[in-house]
């Protein structure tokens, strides 16, 4: 069955970096683009970055030049390496991707303090 298993998330000062990562399962990974949300206290989920198959990228704009997402078809893992992190980034994190259904991981807490 499809899988994806997030991890690397954490607490970080303002200005810090992180990397997560979504390590998938149960599919075919080179077909299906991997996407990343994330969802604050009280607050929608919401798209962060998305790489397709082909490797074309997509961010939000309140991540554009901080963030920057990959993916390594070799290991069928997708990664968010995020900088310069701000305490509005604060959340959990999910990787996500779409076969017929949307499939989700756990997620991973990501904390920024000021």
């Known amino acids: 069955q499809v899988q994806l298993v997030e991890s690397g998330g954490g607490l970080v000062q303002s200005g810090g970096s992180l990397t997560l990562s979504c390590q998938t399962s149960?599919?075919?990974?080179?077909?299906?683009?991997v996407t990343w949300y994330r969802q604050a206290p009280g607050k929608e989920r919401e798209l962060v970055a998305s790489?397709?198959?082909?490797?074309?990228?997509t961010y939000a704009d309140s991540v554009k030049g901080r963030f920057t997402v990959s993916r390594d078809s070799a290991k069928k893992a997708g990664y968010l390496q995020m900088n310069g992190l701000k305490p509005e980034d604060s959340g959990i994190y999910y990787c996500s991707t779409f076969i017929r259904q949307q499939f989700w991981g756990q997620g991973t807490q990501v904390t920024v303090s000021p």
């Open positions: 790489i397709t198959s082909k490797g074309a990228t």
């Open positions: 149960g599919y075919v990974f080179n077909m299906n683009a």
